[in-house]
């Protein structure tokens, strides 16, 4: 008898609130530091504490998947809408009710079944070489297949993700053969072998080997932010040009969020959400990762300023991680490595 009584005080005890202390578990493909010091303001204004694992996208979202229902994850922090789409085709998110802030995110920066949010936007424009190129005479993404750009193109290699989802954005808009038309045209004005991350494509316009690139402006923010001198110079070398202002507007993208499906402390995960939303967070988050606010209203850092602003394409971001595989095996039939 005794020690029943003592069992049910001991399970009283693990139950009774006032003893588990809140916390939620985040998977996060961001680097610690751009995450961080925003979880720690969460968890002195909540008291909920956050166990931060930090990780590669994919590494992460196989984890989930080999975890199962026994993952202690509740929520996945990834960059790239594909990503997201991804791991909800593989059943490892659920569903999120739309709370008061996440309305304030505008739908076409969220899954239609709430499986996904975007937390900022990244931009993903045409960048020139200052010395060697006149800006006002590329306007379009279209004008980077003329003959006048042979071999003068750089941009990294087919398996990257974000250049998977600006075709299958171009497949949506344009439509099957004269998105694939325009990417032959690519390939064929390439300035060498995709090689390297977007960085090394601003690299080589500085370095000359090539006059016009494709690459998300966070990365020409933290070359000129840079604390390495040369870093510096290089990026100073480089302009953005916004693509299709005219027409459809310029290729954006979103680093977001997903419920786990198994979210074991689902309402502290949604608080977390829920600030991460807050105006305070989302000028810190997207001026820390040099990307733009997933709200309109919001601020932009001085250095985006200096980017300009732009006209950004409309596309309901998850039309394109269902085409992922369509822009694939496009790339793969131009020759795009
Ligand atoms: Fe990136």
């Known amino acids: 008898m005794k020690n029943i009584i003592s069992c049910m005080l001991v399970i009283t005890t693990m139950l009774s609130p006032l003893v588990v202390a809140e916390q939620v578990n985040l998977y996060s493909a961001r680097k610690e530091a751009l995450i961080k ?24 979202i196989t984890r989930l998947k080999s975890e199962g229902k026994y993952s202690p994850a509740d929520l996945l922090l990834t960059t790239d809408v594909g990503r997201l789409y991804r791991a909800k ?83 949506v808009q344009l439509g099957e053969s004269a998105a694939q038309e325009w990417v032959n045209g690519l390939v064929n004005n390439f300035a060498r072998h995709p090689q390297g991350g977007d960085r090394d494509q601003i690299k080589g316009l500085a370095a000359g080997l090539c006059d016009v690139a494709i690459a998300n402006t966070y990365y020409l923010a933290g070359m000129l932010s840079s604390k390495d001198e040369i870093t510096q110079q290089q990026a100073k070398k480089v302009k953005v040009i916004w693509p299709n202002q005219a027409g459809r507007g310029t290729h954006i993208n979103i680093s977001g969020v997903s419920l786990a499906q ?23 988050y997207a001026t820390t990762n040099h990307e733009y606010p997933v709200l309109p209203d919001i601020a932009w850092s001085e250095l985006l300023q200096s980017f300009g602003t732009f006209k950004a394409e409309q596309v309901a971001l998850g039309k394109l991680g269902e085409l992922n595989a369509a822009a694939v095996k496009m790339m793969d039939r131009a020759g795009w490595k």
């Open 89 to 171: 085709q593989q059943g490892l998110t659920q569903a999120i009710s739309v709370s008061a802030a996440i309305a304030t995110v505008p739908n076409n920066f969220r899954d239609e079944q709430g499986h996904w949010l975007g937390l900022s936007l990244r931009a993903r424009p045409m960048m020139v070489s200052v010395d060697k190129v006149d800006a006002q005479l590329i306007a379009n993404l279209e004008d980077l297949i003329s003959a006048e750009w042979k071999g003068r193109v750089c941009i990294r290699s087919s398996s990257n993700i974000y250049n998977q989802s600006m075709v299958a954005s171009l497949i």
């Open 262 to 284: 198994y979210a074991p402390n689902k309402n502290a995960a949604l608080k977390l959400i829920d600030f991460l939303l807050s105006k305070e967070s989302q000028l810190w």
């Open 37 to 60: 010091p925003l979880l720690d303001k969460f968890t002195q204004q909540t008291g909920i504490s956050v166990n931060l694992v930090t990780g590669n996208a994919d590494n992460l």
